[in-house]
């Protein structure tokens, strides 16, 4: 059970429900973190936004499924393991790749880099050490690349951390962590 409730469409304010149909327009329906995180119309409308400008980097939609597997697993959040899971699913990754991307393991050497950077970023709460930024370098990530890997960490944090102290009620099919 939820430590915090998600919010009731049906009684939510003019503001919350405006950013509900934000959501449901893109995603096809309100998924618990968000309507959870809709207790703070600033919270929600922060996280979409980063949403948003994810899709403006270097990435695309199936890595940045691969970099929100691996920093969920990193930050233990069953909930977004789950969540990702689904859509890296709808996105044709393999369960070998959904599975990997958890451990920071890719098919490529760029992607390992980024999913192993990406892990560290959580880990050490962005305290990396230049052999990290060197060997993600070395695999060809340039530094545009590293500083949307940090918008990734930012991002899948926030909702992490929100599911985290919520206990949001997971509403896709549950995936263990690793």
């Known amino acids: 059970m939820s430590r915090i409730d998600p919010v009731d469409a049906e009684v939510c304010s003019a503001d919350q429900r405006t950013l509900f149909e934000t959501v449901e327009k893109k995603m096809g329906s309100v998924p618990n973190v968000l309507k959870t995180l809709g207790h703070s119309t600033a919270a929600l409308d922060a996280y979409l936004k980063l949403s948003a400008a994810q899709e403006k980097s270097a990435f695309t939609a199936a890595e ?33 790749q959904i599975k990997a991307a958890m451990s920071g393991r890719a098919g490529d050497v760029r992607m390992e880099a980024a999913l192993r950077l990406a892990k560290t970023l959580a880990a050490e709460r962005g305290w990396v050490g230049d052999d990290a930024l060197q060997s993600a370098r070395k695999a060809g990530l340039k530094d ?22 919520a206990d949001t009620d997971i509403d896709f099919p549950p995936v263990d962590l690793p």
């Open 64 to 96: 940045r499924e691969l970099l929100s597997l691996a920093i969920s697993a990193e930050n233990s959040c069953k909930y977004c393991v789950s969540a990702h899971s689904a859509i890296a699913s709808q996105l044709k990754l393999s369960e070998e």
């Open 144 to 165: 545009g690349e590293v500083m949307d890997i940090v918008l990734a960490v930012t991002a899948n944090t926030l909702t992490n951390y929100a599911n985290h102290l």
